[in-house]
T-cell receptor, first 112, second 113 residues
Framework: DTAVSQTPKYLVTQMGNDKSIKCEQN?????MYWYKQDSKKFLKIMFS???????INETVPNRFSPKSPDKAHLNLHINSLELGDSAVYFC???????????FGSGTRLTVV | QQQVKQSPQSLIVQKGGISIINCAYE??????FPWYQQFPGKGPALLIA?????SEKKEGRFTISFNKSAKQFSLHIMDSQPGDSATYFC????????????FGTGTQLKVEL
């Protein structure tokens, strides 16, 4: 029974396409996040939602649009994919406050 | 600007040895310092965390040492095992701001037999 599940696990697509990554958590957490891990394994926050409200929006191209239909789901839509978007995207959730995140297993996006 | 600096980038330790990974931060508003462990193909998993009101926290073979005046903290893995081979990330967050974690650059640990 996966706590934070992401789909798909792998995504290979051509430049210029639009794609979506879905994330669901069954932990009852109020806050969800999207992080990007680059080829050097550096983790950088992209977005965060608290109970469906956007609370963190880092300097991310506006081709990236998150959507949270409810507090258990956080999706990421990417328009006009570029080579530089190739990375592993992690969804995470937390109950808020200084409590650690629970990460999903990641979506490896490869843009060709 | 790298707010949390982590070293070394990679580390090889013999089985049974002590693995030590260091992190330094700049923002004195940070007040929560977790360590994450990541295996290949998996997401990072919380290992241990510390608040700045204590200088050390131990959980099993894993210990965090914290030096508030030096703005440094480190992870010690005692009796390192091959199963500990993974990438380790330190992180930090500050009050408010949606519990945003700022991560270090990661340390790839390999424990050899």
């Amino acid at each position: 029974d996966t706590a934070v599940s992401q789909t798909p696990k792998y995504l290979v697509t051509q430049m210029g396409n639009d794609k979506s990554i879905k994330c669901e958590q069954n932990l009852g957490h109020d806050t969800m996040y999207w992080y990007k891990q680059d080829s050097k394994k550096f983790l950088k926050i992209m977005f965060s939602y608290n109970n469906k409200e956007l609370i963190i929006n880092e300097t991310v191209p506006n081709r990236f649009s998150p959507k949270s239909p409810d507090k258990a789901h956080l999706n990421l839509h990417i328009n006009s994919l570029e080579l530089g978007d190739s990375a592993v995207y992690f969804c995470a959730s937390s109950p808020g406050g200084h409590v650690g995140y629970t990460f999903g297993s990641g979506t490896r996006l490869t843009v060709v | 600007q790298q707010q949390v600096k982590q070293s070394p980038q990679s580390l090889i330790v013999q089985k049974g040895g002590i693995s030590i990974i260091n992190c330094a931060y700049e923002n004195t508003a940070f007040d929560y310092f977790p360590w994450y462990q990541q295996f290949p193909g998996k997401g990072p998993a919380l290992l241990i965390a510390i608040r700045p009101d204590v200088s050390e926290k131990k959980e099993g073979r894993f210990t965090i040492s914290f030096n508030k005046s030096a703005k440094q903290f480190s992870l010690h893995i005692m009796d390192s095992q091959p199963g500990d081979s993974a990438t380790y990330f330190c992180a930090a967050s500050k009050p408010g701001g949606g519990n945003k974690l700022t991560f270090g650059t990661g340390t790839q640990l390999k424990v050899e037999l």
